[in-house]
């Protein structure tokens, strides 16, 4: 884990306060190095996205055609990025004023779920963010499970 160099204090450090953070939110970013572009030139790749936890990973989805998720079939290292916005601190002065946040950034591997964990995990992920969701709906068709890629990114000590 990277320490703070200002304001150490305000670092949990326990595995639990990170996955009580992480299980609070659904929102980050996941950032790719670098990715050839269909122009042929090479740019990192940071993409918004919705994710959960499930377990020791983190767990995000989206089309196996586009982005962030078909470039991480040939792309393995990435960080994912994670912020609430607590509060806007309006001070005497714009130098006082500040931002109340809590963030986290993991390090890691990315690794593309095998076809036959696909349906699974997109019911989990469905089920994380809204409970009991996918007993309220049609499951997904072969060919929608197809046209979605999951990715998971291991929570490893020491890599956030």
Not at 119 to 143: C, H, I, N, Q
């Amino acid at each position: 884990m990277e320490k703070l160099t200002r304001k150490e204090g305000r670092q949990p450090t326990e595995r639990a306060a990170l996955e009580e953070f992480l299980d609070g939110q659904w929102w980050g970013v996941l950032t790719i190095g670098s990715v050839e572009r269909r122009d042929g030139r090479t740019r990192p790749l940071a993409v918004p996205t919705l994710f959960v936890r499930h377990e020791d990973r983190i767990l995000m989805h989206g089309s196996t055609g586009a982005g962030a998720m078909g470039a991480a079939g040939t792309v393995t290292s990435a960080a994912f990025c994670v912020t609430a916005m607590d509060a806007l601190v309006v001070a005497h002065s714009t130098f006082d004023s500040t931002v109340h946040y809590r963030s986290a950034v993991l390090y890691g591997d990315l690794q593309v779920a095998h076809r036959e964990e696909r349906a699974m995990l997109l019911d989990r992920f469905s089920d994380l963010l809204l409970p009991g969701r996918t007993a309220e709906v049609r499951g997904m068709t072969p060919k929608e499970i197809a046209a979605t890629n999951v990715v998971a990114m291991p929570i490893t000590d020491g890599d956030w």
